[in-house]
C-alpha cells in the first residue's frame, strides 16, 4: 500500500480512517513448536484519546511518535500520554507506541544510515516506552525500498526487540514488537519471515487501499474478496493479500492481523469499476464512516456488492460512487480472518466510526464476530494480562 493510504493524506477523494494493538507471546521458538497465542484486537489511536470505548480492544497503537534525521524525537502529536497508558492498563487493555507513519520513510532510511542517529533514536524510543509505561512498540516504516534500508530496518528492530525485552524483565510483564505492512504484493516480498518469526509478536497487514484517486477504474477500497469486474485474472483483495503470506511467503496465520478500514474511497463515476480516466475531479464528501449516516439521509443509496462482500454508495444524482464498508461488511470480514486462524483483527483508527450517540457500530460488530471466532470476553482478557 505504498500509495495513497488515508494515513498519508487526507485527499478531497477519500475517506479515511485506520488502527490496532496486541497481546503477550510465549518466548518466539520456530514454527514447529510455537504456542497458541491470545487473538487480538487492535485499535490505532490517532489524535486526542476521546471518548474511548476500551472494552473493545486488547490492544491500542497510539499513533504516532516521529523523529528527524538526527535520531531525535519530534515534540507533539498527542504521544507520549501517561494518562492513556494508566487509564488502558485498568481497563485491561495494552498500548503500543507506534513508530513513524506514512511519509516518514525518509526520515527513518537516514537514521538508519547514520550509527550515532540510530542509538540516539533507539535510546529515546526505549525512554519514551519505559517513563510512560506503554507496552512496547509498532514499527510504521512505509516502506523500505532498498537492500540497505531493509538490512537498517532489521537491525533496528532486533535492537529494539532486545531492549524492550530487558524492560519487561524489569517490569515482569512482556514488551511487545509489532509492525505495520502494506498490502501490496510486491511490496510485502522484502519481508523476511524467518525474521519476523524472531523478532515480532505479529504483523499488522493494512489490508485497504487497493483502489483510490491512483486507479484506472472505480474499484473498492477494500474488498473481501476480489471482483470479476476489475477487469484483471487475479484481483487483489483482502483474502488474496492474506492468503499469499501464509501460502507463499510461509508466514503463521497467527503471527498475522488482518487490518479492517473505517473509511472508504470515493469516485466521480456513474457506477463501481467504470473507466476513472475521464472522470471529473469534483470534490466528494470527505470523512470516515461516520459521514455515512447523512449521505444516507441525503439520498444516496447503498447497494451490496455480493461477490466483493462489500457494500457502495451511489449519489442521488448517479454522478459519483464510494465504497466503504458498514457493520456487514466488517462482520464478514472478522468472521473470515477468525476461521482462518489469524491473529485477529485491527483499525485505522478508532474514532472512524464513533457516531453522536457514542456507539461504534463497525468496531462492535466486528468485536461480536470476534469472540465467537475464538477472541477472548472483556472478562477472560482481564484475567490473563
Request: some cysteine; charged content about 25%.
Amino acid at each position: 500500500m505504498r500509495r495513497l493510504s488515508t494515513r498519508r493524506m487526507a485527499p478531497a477523494l477519500v475517506w479515511s480512517i485506520i488502527p490496532l494493538s496486541l497481546f503477550a507471546l510465549a518466548p518466539r521458538a520456530s514454527v514447529g513448536d510455537e504456542p497458541e497465542r491470545p487473538k487480538v484486537f487492535i485499535g490505532y489511536l490517532y489524535g486526542s484519546p476521546r471518548d474511548l470505548n476500551f472494552s473493545l480492544y486488547t490492544h491500542l497503537c497510539h499513533a504516532f511518535v516521529t523523529a528527524g534525521a538526527d535520531g531525535k524525537l519530534n515534540a507533539g502529536r498527542g504521544v507520549p500520554d501517561r494518562g492513556l497508558t494508566s487509564r488502558a492498563h485498568e481497563a485491561g487493555v495494552k498500548v503500543l507506541a507506534s513508530l513513524g507513519g506514512w511519509g516518514w520513510d525518509e526520515q527513518f532510511a537516514a537514521i538508519v544510515a547514520n550509527p550515532e542517529a540510530e542509538a540516539r533514536y533507539v535510546d529515546a524510543v526505549v525512554k519514551l516506552v519505559d517513563e510512560n509505561d506503554y507496552d512496547g512498540v509498532d514499527l510504521d516504516w512505509e516502506y523500505p525500498d532498498t537492500a540497505e534500508e531493509v538490512k537498517g530496518f532489521e537491525r533496528l528492530v532486533r535492537t529494539f526487540r532486545s531492549r524492550l525485552d530487558a524492560i519487561g524483565e524489569t517490569k515482569g510483564r512482556p514488551m511487545l514488537v509489532t509492525m505495520a505492512a502494506s498490502s501490496n504484493l510486491g511490496t510485502l516480498d522484502w519481508l523476511d519471515p524467518k525474521f519476523l518469526l524472531e523478532t515480532m509478536d505479529w504483523v499488522n497487514v493494512m489490508t485497504y487501499d487497493y483502489a483510490g484517486e491512483w486507479s484506472d477504474r472505480a474499484g473498492h477500497n477494500a474488498p473481501l474478496f476480489g471482483s470479476s469486474k476489475w477487469g484483471v485474472k487475479n484481483p487483489r483483495s483482502l483474502a488474496a493479500t492474506m492468503m499469499y503470506l501464509v501460502e507463499k511467503r510461509g508466514i503463521p496465520a497467527d503471527r498475522l492481523a488482518v487490518g479492517l478500514p473505517l473509511y472508504g474511497r470515493g469516485f466521480n463515476v456513474a457506477e463501481p469499476y467504470a473507466p476513472t480516466k475521464d472522470a471529473p475531479k469534483k470534490r466528494l464528501p470527505g470523512g470516515s464512516y461516520r459521514a455515512i449516516p447523512d449521505l444516507l439521509k441525503q439520498g444516496w443509496t447503498r447497494t451490496w456488492d455480493d461477490e466483493t462482500k462489500t457494500p457502495w454508495l451511489t449519489a442521488p444524482d448517479g454522478s459519483a460512487v464510494i465504497g466503504y464498508d458498514d457493520a456487514e461488511s466488517i462482520r464478514l470480514k472478522t468472521e473470515w480472518a477468525m476461521s482462518k486462524g489469524f491473529r485477529g483483527v485491527f483499525f485505522w483508527q478508532v474514532h472512524g466510526d464513533r457516531l453522536p450517540d457514542g456507539s461504534n457500530p463497525l468496531q462492535s460488530a466486528a468485536h461480536q464476530a470476534w469472540e465467537t471466532g475464538g477472541g477472548q470476553s472483556k472478562t477472560a482478557k482481564s484475567s490473563s494480562q
